[in-house]
């Protein structure tokens, strides 16, 4: 990597510093091509490493061990305690900086033939960008700009004042209060993160349920863990208006047609992302958009240009490090080898770090019922797996979709204190095509909460009052 090369003409300029243009530079290098990598915005990194995956789930695993600490699940235990809020908040910067570090500036310093510079990018013309006010040329390019958090156009929202996840990241006091706006995964995780470290939460949904993207009875086993934890949430629920008052601030909620008024520190708002394409001079080059930003791509991660792609948050959802990261490396692929390689979205698994955890891959029973007619499905409830009974955490459930005729498996739908770790067994049976029979063939260790896979499995074919934890 060079910082003070002045060549002006590269095979490849990149822009966007996070995970996928990162992971293009990565590849770019293996191909020994010129590349520009262009960082604006956010720190190198991105999202991930800054204000998404590295920070949140840092802030969620501190928020669960205080909520362990002061609500025992084991009668042998009872113990207090409490935080430090603005030394936890200086914990999760000194954890950023350093991965930040190592994962990033350090394996900059070792890509020999990507030269990097930070500033603002510009489309001039179809080959060249405008970085403060010098020009550079490009044979290829890939637009890793990623996505930023939508703002509503609320009546007083502005004018009141508000959080998005961002913000809320560097509060250095603990609201005694907060009104989530948005009951999605950055919403969920927020709320169940501030009220265990003693904030009072409510969340509104203007949807019929929290999470509508996952699995019915997923949403809802998650929405009963919540209630229980006392954050109040309200779905069907739409903003009216925010004002403030004596240094609060009230919320007009309409809920059953009736409007409710909420006074609270703060307003988080978690109503989903835009894509960040303004500015980029994209109009002088023909490169199409949607309404909230997002660069429109074909199969092969191609914009509207031959030579000009795209890749991770700035292509739309699903808005996942993992896929990102993916996309970079496919994008230069196919930008610099016209390797013609396409993504596999069907097989990616993604999680909500909330406690306990969701994880899903593949179809829904839904999906199902609209491809065959009818869903070969089973629902294991996690007080059935005997490692959560031996640690008394038996929340959740597991949820399986085979094909009909096959019995492959085409969907798993977990909520568990493990769930993210769980759901990897699913994602290679799902990408292998394998059925319910080689998982149940397959010894597990005992006990563990990836038996679950394996249990659910077993369901299709057995009693479960007739099962013990030796069976098979």
Partial sequence: MNFSDKKNEFDLIIIGGGAAGFSAAIKADEFKADTLLINSSLPIGGTCVNVGCIPTKFLLEVADHYHQLNNSRFKSLNSSSKIDFARLIEEKNELVNSLREVNYQNVLNNLPYVTYIEGYARFISDKEVEVEGRRFSGSKFIIATGSSPKVLPIPGLKETGFLTNREALELNKLPESFLVIGAGPIGLEFAQMFSRLGSKVIVVELMERILPQVEPIVSEELKKSLIEENIKIYTTAKIQRVRKQDGKKLADVEIENKIQTFLVDEILLATGLVGNSKDLGLENVGIETDKDGFIKVDEF???????????????????LETVAAK????????????????????????????????????????????IFGNCLCQMVKMDRIPKAKIINDTKGLIYMVLHPESKKILGVHIVSRLASEIIHEATLAIKLGLTIEDIIDTVHIFPTFSEAIKIVSQSFNRDMSKMSCCVE
Avoid: C, V
């Fill in 301 to 319: 991660l191609r914009a509207s240009r031959l030579h000009i792609f795209a890749a991770g948050d700035i292509t739309g959802a699903p808005w």
């Fill in 327 to 370: 996309e970079g490396n496919i994008a230069a692929q196919n930008a610099l080898k016209n390797a013609k390689t396409k993504m596999d979205y069907s097989i990616i698994p993604y999680a909500i770090f909330t406690s306990p955890q969701i994880a899903s891959i593949g179809i829904k029973e839904e999906d199902s019922m609209r």
